[in-house]
Structure formats: structure tokens, C-alpha cells
């Protein structure tokens, strides 16, 4: 797993926005309960930021250089699928 979150040279923060009691943001609260100390562990000098709100649609937010930024929807997703969408954007450049 660990290799998934290695992330690319030009990704410069991620934002995760969600909502903290939502049904709709629960596979990205487990997402980020299990694999965000990974993430972090193997990008120390990226910023990983999480954002809760309350009814906030969950999305996942990626910058890279030159200030291009990139989004994905994670409403209603499970744990893997949520998964699949961040080790997708992050591994773009």
C-alpha cells in the first residue's frame, strides 16, 4: 500500500473536504482513518489537509505546480473506492 501513496514531484497539497456524521462521507472518514499516517509517513514535506463540515460533499482536492488544481467527487463511495480516486489523482502530474 505504501508504494500507492507515493506521491508524484509536482503535487504540491492535498485537501480532503468532508462531512464528520454524514452516510455519504463514510467510506472517506474510514479512507482517511486507515491510510492517511501512510500517506504521510511516505510524503512528509506534502501537505495533506482535512477539512470536515457539516453537510460538506466529500471531494478530494490535489495542487500541483504552477497552481493547476484537480478534483474528485467521493459522495457515497466505499473505502476502496475512495482509494482508488486519491491514488489516481495524486499519481498525475
Do not use: W
Not at 514531484?9 to 472518514?29: I, W, Y
Not at 506534502?46 to 493547476?68: K, Q
Amino acid at each position: 500500500m505504501s508504494a500507492k501513496y507515493a506521491f508524484t514531484k509536482s503535487l504540491k497539497e492535498v485537501r480532503f473536504l468532508f462531512c464528520q456524521t454524514s452516510d455519504h462521507s463514510a467510506g472517506t472518514r474510514t479512507f482517511l482513518s486507515r491510510a492517511y499516517p501512510t500517506m504521510k509517513k511516505n510524503n512528509p514535506q506534502t501537505p495533506i489537509m482535512i477539512r470536515e463540515a457539516s453537510g460538506t460533499e466529500p471531494r478530494v482536492f490535489a495542487r500541483y505546480e504552477f497552481g493547476r488544481e484537480e478534483h474528485e467527487s467521493l459522495a457515497g463511495l466505499s473505502d476502496k473506492e475512495v482509494e482508488d480516486k486519491v491514488t489516481g489523482l495524486v499519481k498525475r502530474s
